[in-house]
């Protein structure tokens, strides 16, 4: 992982995200891009400068976030984007490419309805780069059970499995697989990707209303450090295709959770 995305919103807590990302990366020497978006519409004000001034806002606030955080022996770079959250990141990684994004869900707070808020959603929904949610004030330890869960086994690209390769591999790390049998499953579902199950080490089959419930039913019992989910219109994060924000009655994790890349619908 070469470059890795952090967004940064208007939480306080921003930098407890971007120290653990620095933490992240420092395993694989990765670098850290960290991003603000703003929009200034051409109508916005007489001021020929505005744009200007508030590039010039947004970086110092970049860097005082940047300063809170051990940097360890990474390379954090600011970058800045006039424009909407999704293009902003699609065309900071069409230019440097981004192996990874890393943000934290809204709240952890049980009373806060949303997990992802309009911007983190935004982001896991209508990008195709793997990202990883960090609940908020978590700090980063290697993941030695990752529990990967799925509704069909058939990937579209086997490099799709990169990051969790590369995680696995990093840390020695136990990939448990949980194929949850949603209605209508086919039998084409049921046949499991070869280079997901060369990096496994168990297999599970539950049935199931949806993949989330079914993440439900075995999550206690497996004790994952880190979940691994497929971004696709039709699984996991189903609903996510429908309107920017997610629930936490749709979906909710107490440890990170690995959002791979779209799979064959």
């Given at each position: 992982?070469?470059?890795?995305?952090?967004?940064?919103?208007?939480?306080?807590?921003?930098?407890?995200?971007?120290?653990?990302?620095?933490?992240?990366?420092?395993?694989?020497?990765?670098?850290?891009?960290?991003?603000?978006?703003?929009?200034?519409?051409?109508?916005?004000?007489?001021?020929?400068?505005?744009?200007?001034?508030?590039?010039?806002?947004?970086?110092?606030?970049?860097?005082?976030?940047?300063?809170?955080?051990?940097?360890?022996?990474?390379?954090?770079?600011?970058?800045?984007?006039?424009?909407?959250?999704?293009?902003?990141?699609?065309?900071?990684?069409?230019?440097?490419?981004?192996?990874?994004?890393?943000?934290?869900?809204?709240?952890n707070d049980i009373k806060e309805g949303l997990f992802l808020g309009n911007t983190s959603g935004k982001i896991v929904k209508q990008t195709n780069i793997p990202s990883l949610i960090v609940p908020k004030g978590?700090?980063?330890?290697?993941?030695?059970?990752?529990?990967?869960?799925?509704?069909?086994?058939?990937?579209?690209?086997?490099?799709?499995?990169?990051?969790?390769?590369?995680?696995?591999?990093?840390?020695?790390?136990?990939?448990?697989?949980?194929?949850?049998?949603?209605?209508?499953?086919?039998?084409?579902?049921?046949?499991?990707?070869?280079?997901?199950?060369?990096?496994?080490?168990?297999?599970?089959?539950?049935?199931?209303?949806?993949?989330?419930?079914?993440?439900?039913?075995?999550?206690?019992?497996?004790?994952?450090?880190?979940?691994?989910?497929?971004?696709?219109?039709?699984?996991?994060?189903?609903?996510?295709?429908?309107?920017?924000?997610?629930?936490?009655?749709?979906?909710?994790?107490?440890?990170?959770?690995?959002?791979?890349?779209?799979?064959?619908?």
């Open positions: 992982m070469k470059n890795i995305l952090v967004p940064i919103g208007t939480s306080p807590d921003s930098h407890e995200t971007l120290q653990y990302a620095v933490d992240f990366a420092t395993q694989f020497s990765s670098e850290i891009y960290v991003m603000e978006v703003f929009s200034v519409s051409a109508n916005a004000g007489t001021l020929s400068n505005v744009s200007g001034k508030i590039t010039e806002n947004s970086i110092e606030r970049l860097k005082e976030i940047i300063e809170k955080v051990d940097a360890k022996d990474i390379v954090i770079k600011i970058a800045t984007y006039n424009g909407g959250i999704v293009s902003g990141v699609k065309d900071i990684d069409k230019e440097l490419g981004i192996d990874l994004i890393i943000i934290s869900p809204k709240s978590s700090v980063f330890a290697p993941y030695k059970t990752i529990l990967t869960a799925f509704k069909s086994g058939v990937l579209k690209r086997n490099r799709i499995l990169i990051p969790l390769i590369q995680i696995k591999k990093k840390f020695s790390s136990v990939v448990n697989l949980l194929l949850v049998k949603t209605p209508g499953y086919t039998d084409a579902d049921l046949k499991i990707n070869t280079a997901l199950m060369d990096i496994s080490s168990q297999l599970t089959l539950t049935e199931n209303a949806t993949t989330y419930l079914g993440v439900l039913e075995h999550f206690q019992a497996q004790h994952p450090d880190l979940l691994c989910v497929f971004r696709r219109r039709r699984g996991f994060f189903k609903t996510l295709w429908e309107k920017n924000t997610i629930s936490k009655e749709e979906f909710y994790s107490p440890v990170p959770v690995l959002v791979l890349s779209v799979k064959k619908d």
